[in-house]
């Protein structure tokens, strides 16, 4: 098991487009979003799949089991998410000898533009880049969860 | 992905035993068991770790996804799916040509004994063995992500 502990922000401007290093087109659905366990399918680029479990956030951490499968599966599993599937592109933007991911968001979730960086303690400093905006760490409107179940962009 | 199609019974009656080649320990827990998917963690005699991911049963069949994940994983995905685990013993008891498969359950579905032969059609014809009684294949009663939520062996 791993332990993911991020944060998370809203992105204010496009400044961190000419930082961006590379990108891959990602679709994600939820077959289980329960108090015990998420259940992410995952396809990159439609090459390749994984499949994700995380248990229950706690602060801005929570534990994550992560699994490569067949695209054919990935694919056939979104299929049976349907409609609790979401579509972003990630772009990778090194800033502060940190990794950071904005993801933009497509289809009905167009407009909305998120920044995660992954961290190794809850208490690791980070310097924010002036491109980003809000936190919502903690907000669950941004959980991707959220974010498949909802019609649109958080208000 | 595979397609499962299986048929279940209740046990009758002992005669089974003189057939069984081998037998394993079984926990499995359910980290989700709604419309879309069921989401089965299982471990065998505490030394291989399955993910198993079942879709919509229409039926005797369903979609079926398995993936092999490491023991520790199992052993922490179980803790995770807690109450909503499940112990049996199973026998490989192979009879008329196929291989049936008898789950002894322990704890508190102790007395259930279930069998289950796996098929490769729908409508492929089955010797049933003297021993096996009321057919369950249909009875939601008896499939496993129910046991794992209910108290104890179905009245």
């Keep these: 098991m791993g332990q993911e502990i991020e944060r998370k922000f809203l ?25 015990k366990a998420t259940v992410r399918v995952r396809s990159k680029n439609d090459e390749q799949g994984v499949l994700t479990l995380k248990g229950k956030t706690e602060g801005i ?3 994550e089991y992560e ?18 599937v979401l579509e972003k592109r990630r772009y990778i933007v090194p800033f502060g000898g940190l990794i950071w991911e904005v993801d933009v968001f497509e289809g009905r979730h167009a407009g909305l533009v998120i920044a995660e960086v992954e961290l190794d303690s809850e208490d690791q400093a980070v310097q ?7 936190e919502v760490s903690a907000d669950e409107r941004y959980f991707n969860a959220s974010l498949a179940r909802s019609d649109g962009v958080p208000k």
Excluded: C, F, H, K
């Design 11 to 35: 992105v204010a401007n496009d400044g961190w487009r000419i930082g961006a290093t590379s990108s891959s087109l990602l679709r994600q659905g939820y077959l289980s979003s329960n108090a």
């Design 61 to 63: 951490s929570r534990s």
């Design 67 to 84: 699994y490569e499968i067949p695209i054919e599966d990935a694919r056939e599993l979104l299929a049976m998410a349907e409609p609790l």
């Design 128 to 134: 924010l880049p002036d491109w980003v905006g809000v």
